[in-house]
Every structure is written in C-alpha cells, then in structure tokens.
C-alpha cells in the first residue's frame, strides 16, 4: 500500500504552488486527502481530537442511501417490465435499473463534482464533500425519464445558486438535493408531472404500452379518486411508480437507521415530522366528507410519495435544518404538517413535501432565532433575579 | 452535600495514565518563568543577566497593573533574558542554588489578619497571579469584591494530575488559604468536590465553604462548567477561582511567610514510559521531567516515524512546548504524545479503525468503552464549515447554545457575544467541542479571540 503514499509524494511538487500544474492543486489535494488522511497536526491548545471528519459523516449518509438506491433500481426494472408486459426475472430487472440510473448518476457527480472542483480552486478552498451526499441524492429524487440536459442544467443550478453564491457547504439556506429537483418543476414541469415520465421508456414507447397499465403514482391517483389506489403495504413495500430512489418506504427506513444510530442525522427531525404529517391528516380524516382526498387514511401519507425520503434524508440536512435541539422538533413538525396540507390544499401539485421542506428551510432560522433569544432572555433574568 | 448531575460531556481514555507514586524531587539546574503564561499581561523586566535572586523575588511585572509581579520560584542567579521578534521578552532563565533560600515575608495569623495585609503578602510574594478571575481568565483585579470565589477540587480532563494525590497532605494549608480567601469576598466559596471520588479528597476536609459534588463525564471538573451551575456570571459580575495547589501555596505563604509553589507534577502520556508523579516548581525544564519518567523516543505510527510533542498541561488544554520548554507556571501535568505527522491510507473509510477513538457511532469505538488509546496530534480530516449541528451540545454542559456564541465571536459583535455567554467562557471550557468537532475547526482560538476582543473593548 505504501506504492500510493510514494507515488503522491512523487506527484506533489508538480501540483503545489509554483508547480507545473499548480493552479490545479486544490483539485490535486481533494484526490490526495481522498486517498489518505493528510498529515496535518493540531495547533491551538487542544492538541488531540477524534477521528471523524467530514468525509465520514458524508459516507455514511451514501451508505444509508443505498438500500434506496438499489431497491430503485430492482424497481425501475420491475416498473418498465410491467408497463411493457415483459417477463423480466430478477437481475434483468437490476440491470434494465442499473442501466438507466447510472447515466443519471455520472451526469449529476459530473456536472456537479466539475463546478465544486473549479469553485474550490478558484477560491483557493479544499473541496467540500457535501457534494458526495447531494449528488448522489439527486438521481434519486428525479423520474427516470428525465433527459439528461435537463438534470445537468437542474444540478448547475443547485450547485451554483444553491450552494457555492453562499459560500459552498455548511453555509447554504436551502438543500440543494432539493433546489435541484424544484428547478426541474418550475423550468421544466413537463418532464417531472404528469403520468408517463415515471417508467422507464413508458413516453417514448406509449404505444408499446399493455392495456390498462396507466403509470400514474399513487398520489396522483389517489388524488384523482381514492379508489383503485395502492394499498398501505405495496407502496410501504415500494413496488410503485414513483422517483428512483423514493417509492419503497422500508428501503428508507434501514437508512434511517443507520442515521439514527451513528447520530449523523437527527432523530428528533424524523420522529416530529412524522408527527406533523399525522396530526394535520387525522386532523383531516375527522373533518372531511368520505370519499374525498381528506378522508385518505393519514398514516398513508407517510408512504405515499416523497415524504419518508425527505423526512429522512432531506428534512435532516443539517445545514439548511434547525440548528438548536428545541428548534428540530418544531421545524420537524411543520415540514410534515406542511406537506400534508399542500397535499390536500393544492390540487396543482399534489407532491408537497419539496416545496414543505424548502419552505421550512427558509423559516429555520427563524425558528432557531426564537429558540435562542428565549436562551437570551434567561439569561439576562438572572442576572437581574441575583 | 448537593450533587449536580451532568449528562454532557465525554471521558477520554487515554494511555499513559500517572502512576500514583513520586518519582523523584527534582532539584533543577535552570527554570525557565515565562510571560506567555499569564494571559493579557505586557511584561515589564526587573532584573539583569546576573542579578541574584531568592524564591519569591519579583522577576517581571504587569505594565498594566504595576502591583502585580511574578517571581523567581527558586534562588539563584538570573542566567539569561531570553528575547525574541522585537525584542518581546520570552522567559527569564534562573540558574537554582543546590538549597532554595526564601524572601522572608511576616507570617500572619488568618483570624486576626485583615483583608489588606492579606493581600499585601499575596501581591508582594507573587503568588497573586494564582488567583484568576472570571470573566476572561485572567489574573484578578486586587480592587474587585468577587460576588463570590470557587474552587475545584478535581480535573476531569485526561491523563490531568489526581488532586486527592497531589495534596494528600496539604488539607491544613488549604484551609488557611480558604480562610484568608474568605475575607475577599461577601459571598461563598465553593468547593466543588467529584461525586466518584470526593469523599477522599483533601478539599473534602475543608471548613467554612460550601460544598458541591458533581456528577459526570468531563468536564465537570472544569471551574467555568460549575460556575455556570452555582452562580452563573451576567454582565458586570466578577467569581474568582483558584487551583487547589495554589491554595495549597498560599497557605504555606500566609502561615511560613515563603513563596514555596512547588506542586506534584504528573508526568503523563502515551510517550512516558514510567508516567507518574514529581515534585518541582513551575519552570522546570521538560529536559529533567522527561529524564525523571523516561520517553519512547522512537514510535512508528502506520509504518512511519512519529516524533514526541511535549505539552504542559493536558491532551485538551496544554501548551506545545517543545522539548527545550518548561512547566507554565499554573500546570501540574505535562503530557508526552505523538506527533501525527503519518499519513493513514483511507483512513476515513476505514470500517474499523481499533487504534483511534470516536465519539460518533460511524466507528466502532463505543462497542469498547474502557479501552484506552495512544491518541497523537493528527488533526484526523481537514477544516470546513460549521455543518453538523449538535455535535457541541452534546459536550459542552452549560447553558450556552455554542455555535451561537462562536459566530458571534466570528462576526465580531460585542452585544451578541455578551448576549451567549461571553463572560462564562474560556478555551477550556469549549475544549471538548473542539475535539469532537467532524468539522475540525479551531473552536479554543475562536473563544481566545473572543476574550481578547472583550478586553480590548472593554480596556
């Protein structure tokens, strides 16, 4: 293994400063830091400290992805064979998935990697690796069937408006996982709406299509008319139409708990925003009319659409989230009572889990700011009381 | 007796741990009294290359605060004035007599004596500069009445000296020093005593004060964590605080009339080989600490060669001094660690990691909480933004929201620092947030640039 460490101290004069290749450096030392942890002693009085870091944190999240992540792409497999009346076994399922996701996935690291890379050289930065996370996020939130300029001008967009005018990671107000996926809506609505761009192939080859198949989530259809709708356990089990990676709810639920457990993501964002989404749909349930919308059982809108995704990995970024501990339970809560009431409220766009979470990531530090200043207002009590 | 239970916080199991015996007495050939130890203070010199000097003899003064000097701890001969960039002073190097002769001061009895004469002799022997204040840490102001003075009796950092080893035999004087402390202020003095081992600590024996235990990881035995418990600092208020072996200093000042700050120094870290415990005073060389307990000189980490990083004081809270260094004057440990300059081959994705420690669950070291570990001086990661929130909470046991109070540091404004707790707070106490940090930000310079902003604009 030694091989590796000899050839980067081969290579590091050419890319340092005044090197050959030195106005690449910063994109030299993000492959080189990759690679192995950099030899970089402490300075200030504490002068030892643990051994995680960013790039951990990060990997962990893509570990949590991806049981998402594969049953999206068994699904996409399964979803096209459907449509197609296709007698697909098991692999050739994973493979038609793979096939198609894969081009989603370079284009995203491509694109997005590419302006992170250019951004931290010209700013003399490291490379951050929150991009890790968002870009491998954004394949899975996005139909199958988008084109694939559309997904490189949405990931530019995020990244550079979403991200780096901020300042890059840690410093952005909104997720750009998501900042992606509302570009996509607003610019291009008509490749993420609608009910043949969720199956792969289903809009090319409409005519292909078996009878009766309609291709429809089940949000849609259930927003069309409670019946003929999925029941609870196929769309908790995920075999539904849907974005790649957001469809099966127990897929994300293992990530969740490898979240939870390694305490990357906040457990009290995840709990108070299941909270939110029953308390509104109860809510609902016990004032509506049957047979509407509102009268849609509430604990299906925890495994209807993108809610269990976004609550468990969109809702817990911990940049654009709640900062303080009180804050994450409110700001939690009316992510999933937003959603739900857009749900319900919004017959254009029955997705409401994308706009509740970019809402709230607004409204977080205005929550925090509450929080605090009642912190604040503590403290300067007592110092009167004494 | 109350006991104040924190959940906050994190032990660090460190190797290296001093052995509860005395290794030596260590009679120095040079000592080594340094400005840099006293924060806040410009040094105006006071003697020459070659004056004769006794124990308690001022060596420097405060510029600012004229009656507040530093002194030799030994007798002998000023050998050199050690300047550096600008002519700034670094240290006055004293060459010790074999046997330490004392400036005589009057001795006095506590009960009869009055807070002036008390203070005169503490001003007078140097041993004043024990005495700190918060809020900023810095060497109190002889004219202030602290709303009241605390004191505790236990360091929770690791591989930090034992003080129910360190001052076993000491109870007598330190009860001289609480009385004399007492007429400082109309308030308490707290003692605060360690809910495991408090019952057999020397502080324990104490009279005239009022006791706490607490309960908890480090670092509940941090004096501003406890502060923040017992009698929170708001704008404008002053506690002073102490450590137990200037207490112990103090009473041998007041009951002998002699500046006798020799203290057990635990000679500690992964890098020691017999770490245990020696009997000096501050501006002993780490040359003769390192002598009495022995170093690993040579250590490969991951296949390369590692040096040792001497450090006065502890892994969380210490000063790098380097091999020619010495003992600032307010420590009683010196640590002996690796340097991390090693490169680790994917060592971030790495599942299993056996030889670091992690408080985060994505490593495996919880599955082994007593296991101790060789932590060295690699950073583990490279720096980035304030991205996990939390994580600092988690640590840091006082009614303070941290990340706040360190952007308002960053953005410089005075009102919000005030506002987060500014006054509450030294670098110790974020200590533990600065080693738990994924994002690897200097979080004890942040707060010290903190406190140097407080005091410039408060000057």
């Not at chain 1, 897929?251 to 009290?268: D, E, N, Q, R």
């Not at chain 1, 809610?307 to 989230?321: H, K, N, Q, Y």
């Not at chain 2, 360091?155 to 009385?179: C, E, R």
Request: with cysteine; proline share 5%; charged share 20%.
């Amino acid at each position: 293994m030694n091989w590796i460490l000899k050839t980067m101290d081969k290579m590091r004069p050419t890319f340092s400063k005044g090197g050959k290749l030195g106005w690449l450096h910063s994109t030299y030392d993000a492959f080189e830091t990759f690679a192995a942890v950099p030899a970089t002693t402490t300075t200030g009085r504490v002068h030892i400290k643990d051994a995680v870091d960013i790039k951990r944190v990060m990997i962990v999240v893509v570990m949590a992805l991806m049981p998402a992540f594969c049953f999206g792409m068994w699904n996409t497999g399964d979803q096209h064979s459907l449509a197609f009346g296709l007698q697909w076994g098991f692999w050739m399922k994973v493979w038609y998935g793979f096939y198609r996701i894969l081009p989603l996935i370079l284009v995203s690291y491509i694109v997005g990697l590419g302006i992170e890379f250019a951004v931290a050289q010209v700013r003399g930065h490291e490379v951050n690796e929150g991009y890790l996370v968002t870009g491998f996020i954004i394949p899975l939130i996005m139909p199958i069937d988008i084109p694939l300029w559309v997904l490189a001008l949405a990931v530019a967009f995020a990244v550079i408006f979403g991200k780096e005018i901020f300042g890059g990671t840690g410093m952005n107000i909104w997720n750009p996982a998501l900042l992606a996926r509302a570009f996509v809506f607003f610019a291009y609505p008509s490749t993420i709406t609608g009910d043949s761009v969720w199956i792969g192939g289903l809009g090319k080859h409409a005519d292909k299509v078996v009878d009766g198949f309609s291709g429809a989530t089940p949000l849609a259809q259930v927003a069309d008319g409670i019946a003929g709708a999925p029941d609870f356990m196929q769309m908790f089990i995920g075999n539904i139409p849907g974005s790649v990676g957001e469809t099966s709810t127990i897929a994300i639920l293992l990530g969740a708990i490898l979240l939870i457990w390694t305490g990357v993501a906040s457990w009290k964002i995840m709990v108070s925003c299941v909270a939110g989404a029953l308390a509104v749909g109860f809510l609902a349930n016990g004032l509506a009319e049957p047979g509407t919308f509102a009268a849609y059982p509430a604990v299906n809108h925890l495994v209807m659409g993108g809610f269990a995704f976004g609550a468990v990995f969109m809702a817990t970024d911990p940049v654009s989230s709640a900062q303080t501990e009180t804050g994450k339970w409110i700001y939690g809560f009316l992510i999933g009572a937003m959603c739900v009431i857009l749900r319900l409220f919004n017959p254009g766009y029955r997705e409401g889990m994308m706009l509740a979470i970019l809402l709230m990531n607004t409204m977080a530090p205005l929550i925090d700011w509450c929080v605090v200043r009642k912190n604040v207002r503590r403290r300067e009590k007592r110092a009167v009381a004494k | 007796m109350e006991t104040i239970r924190l959940r906050k916080g994190l032990n660090l199991h460190l190797k290296g741990e001093a052995q509860k015996k005395v290794l030596q007495t260590l009679v120095p050939e040079v000592v080594s009294v340094k400005p840099s130890d006293f924060r806040n203070m410009v040094p105006k010199l006071l003697v020459a290359e070659g004056d004769a000097v006794k124990a308690g003899q001022f060596l420097f003064s405060d510029k600012k605060r004229p009656q507040i000097g530093f002194a030799s701890p030994v007798s002998g001969t000023v050998k050199a004035i050690v300047r550096g960039e600008k002519r700034k002073l670094l240290a006055v190097e004293v060459a010790a007599d074999k046997e330490t002769s004392y400036v005589q001061f009057e001795p006095l009895t506590v009960s009869k004596a009055s807070r002036q004469e008390i203070q005169k002799v503490l001003l007078e022997s140097g041993l004043w500069a024990g005495i700190i204040q918060r809020p900023y840490g810095i060497i109190a102001n002889p004219e202030d009445t602290p709303k009241a003075i605390v004191i505790s009796a236990f360091n929770s950092a690791p591989l930090a000296a034992d003080i129910n080893f360190t001052l076993k035999n000491d109870a007598d004087a330190m009860q001289i020093a609480v009385d004399a402390l007492s007429k400082f202020t109309n308030g308490k003095i707290y003692v605060n005593l360690d809910a495991e081992t408090g019952n057999g600590s020397p502080l324990n024996l104490l009279r005239n004060v009022e006791k706490t235990m607490f309960k908890g990881p480090h670092p509940a035995g941090n004096v501003g964590v406890q502060i923040n418990h017992l009698c929170p600092i708001g704008k404008g208020e002053i506690v002073w605080t102490i450590q137990p072996h200037f207490l112990a200093a103090m009473g041998k000042l007041i009951s002998k009339g002699i500046y006798d700050v020799s203290r057990l120094v635990a000679v500690t870290g992964p890098r020691a080989v017999n770490p245990g415990y020696v009997k000096c005073v501050p501006g002993v060389h780490i040359k003769d600490l390192r002598a009495a307990a022995g170093s690993v000189d040579s250590e490969n980490i991951y296949g390369q060669p590692t040096g040792i990083r001497f450090v006065s004081g502890n892994p969380l809270n210490g000063e790098n001094v380097g091999a020619d260094g010495s003992l600032d004057f307010y420590d009683d440990s010196v640590t002996f660690l690796s340097e991390g300059n090693y490169r680790e081959l994917f060592g971030w994705a790495k599942i299993f990691r056996p030889k670091k420690f992690s408080m985060s669950r994505s490593y495996f070291s919880w599955l082994c909480p007593k296991k101790q570990y060789s932590a060295d001086t690699n950073v583990n990661g490279g720096e980035r933004a304030f991205i996990v929130s939390g994580v600092y909470d988690k640590v840091l046991p006082m009614d303070i929201y941290p990340v706040y109070l360190l952007k308002a540091i960053l953005a410089e404004d005075i009102e919000k620092m005030e506002q987060f707790g500014i006054y509450e707070v030294i670098g110790e106490d974020f200590a533990l947030c600065e080693y738990v940090d994924p994002s690897k930000i200097e979080i004890q310079k942040i707060i010290d640039k903190g406190i140097d902003l407080m005091l410039k604009e408060m000057a």
